[in-house]
């Protein structure tokens, strides 16, 4: 990060995780790392890890109920995960998956989380089951394809993420 503010003083970058889309047509941002693949508009994506993500609960429990995301994920492939792998919808829901494992360490429910997350603390919980792959895609608009700043940023990222088989974290197995 450091060679990379060197090398472009000019550039600020902000990195800002939401639920949010940021209209990359209406320059509210230049570069977006999203979890689908571009489908709409004149928009340029390039796939850059995958996120493996598994039902999880504490080692030794078999839960019988489950911890969600928000409600307006429902729609989100580890929501589905977690419905189909539960048999149920959740009975208590949080805004991040951080959330579900800080509740799922004191409590005998399940939830959903990125193996990604589960690697990089000691923690209790363990997976249940084959995780489902997100994939991460960087994404801008078209118009922007010869900027240098833009491109500058794009190569900035492929170096902290080389290889788009290999997951977010670069240690997950799964």
Request: proline residues 6%; hydrophobic residues 40%; charged residues 25%.
């Amino acid at each position: 990060m450091i060679e990379f503010q060197r090398e472009h003083p000019d550039l600020t970058i902000s990195l800002e995780a939401s639920d949010d889309r940021v209209s990359l047509a209406y320059r509210e941002a230049d570069v977006a790392l999203r979890l689908a693949r571009p489908s709409e508009g004149r928009l340029i994506g390039k796939r850059v890890a995958r996120i493996p993500i598994s039902a999880v609960a504490r080692r030794g429990i078999k839960p019988k109920r489950w911890v969600g995301l928000s409600e307006s994920l429902d729609w989100t492939p580890e929501m589905q995960l977690g419905k189909r792998h539960y048999g149920m919808p959740p009975f208590f829901r949080s805004d991040s998956f951080d959330g579900i494992l800080q509740i799922l360490a004191t409590s005998d429910c399940g939830g959903i989380a990125p193996l990604c997350v589960l690697n990089s603390r000691k923690t209790v919980i363990v997976p249940l089951g084959a995780p489902i792959d997100r994939e991460l895609w960087l994404t801008y608009h078209e118009d922007l394809r010869n900027s240098a700043k833009v491109r500058a940023v794009i190569d900035w990222l492929a170096e902290l993420i080389p290889n788009a088989n290999r997951c977010l974290c670069g240690s997950c197995e799964a």
